[in-house]
T-cell receptor, first 115, second 111 residues
Framework: DSGVTQTPKHLITATGQRVTLRCSPRSGDLSVYWYQQSLDQGLQFLIHYYNGEERAKGNILERFSAQQFPDLHSELNLSSLELGDSALYFC??????????????FGPGTRLTVT | EDKVVQSPLSLVVHEGDTVTLNCSYEVTNFRSLLWYKQEKKAPTFLFMLTSSGIEKKSGRLSSILDKKELFSILNITATQTGDSAVYLCAVSVDTGNQFYFGTGTSLTVIP
């Protein structure tokens, strides 16, 4: 158990809908990263938040957005869902970016199925 | 464009064999290279490498980084069926703000 929690575990929804995925980082970690993993794409970096502020954006669609709250949990919002958005969504946390390199610890993931 | 390439894509070996997994990268502002093991769930952290030539070891697994040639290898000796998994290589850039992952090497260990 990495200490990172994600809810829900599974989500099935229809095209055009909007969903919110939630992540709580390990105790003491200030950074939260979101990834999308689909069969043909591998792990794709979406976005990174550090202590409430956005630090880096990867290949995140405009239909997707995220935020990190004062208690450090993070939410990933996916809207106008398409079939191609079906994937595993992982959240990872690490202490903080900076001069020292830190590893990331992954949550169990949320499996999203868009029908 | 930053990229991380792993090889081979897939590997099937017998228990007791030794395997070497490869990871090469082309990124700007390299910070560290990380190896993860993924068994149908979340990736679990194995190693983080920041310096060239210093081997990291954990039991039967070991890894080394070559920052001049821009690659890393992950060795697994005396493989066991429990080693069957996808092994992911990731590179962090820009003071850890962003991580790039390879597509992974799928390892299957046959009894």
């Amino acid at each position: 158990d990495s200490g990172v929690t994600q809810t829900p575990k599974h989500l099935i929804t229809a095209t055009g809908q909007r969903v919110t995925l939630r992540c709580s980082p390990r105790s003491g970690d200030l950074s939260v990263y979101w990834y999308q993993q689909s069969l043909d794409q591998g792990l794709q970096f979406l976005i990174h938040y550090y202590n409430g502020e956005e630090r880096a954006k990867g290949n995140i669609l405009e239909r997707f957005s995220a935020q990190q709250f004062p208690d450090l949990h993070s939410e990933l919002n996916l809207s106008s869902l398409e079939l191609g958005d079906s994937a595993l969504y992982f959240c990872a946390s690490s202490p903080r970016p900076g001069l020292l390199a830190y590893e990331q610890y992954f949550g169990p993931g949320t499996r999203l199925t868009v029908t | 464009e930053d990229k991380v390439v792993q090889s081979p894509l897939s590997l099937v070996v017998h228990e007791g064999d030794t395997v070497t997994l490869n990871c090469s990268y082309e990124v700007t502002n390299f910070r560290s290279l990380l190896w993860y093991k993924q068994e149908k769930k979340a990736p679990t952290f194995l190693f983080m490498l920041t310096s060239s030539g210093i081997e990291k070891k954990s039991g039967r697994l070991s890894s080394i980084l070559d920052k001049k040639e821009l690659f890393s290898i992950l060795n697994i000796t005396a493989t066991q069926t429990g080693d069957s998994a996808v092994y992911l290589c990731a590179v962090s850039v820009d003071t850890g703000n962003q991580f790039y992952f390879g597509t992974g090497t799928s390892l299957t260990v046959i009894p």
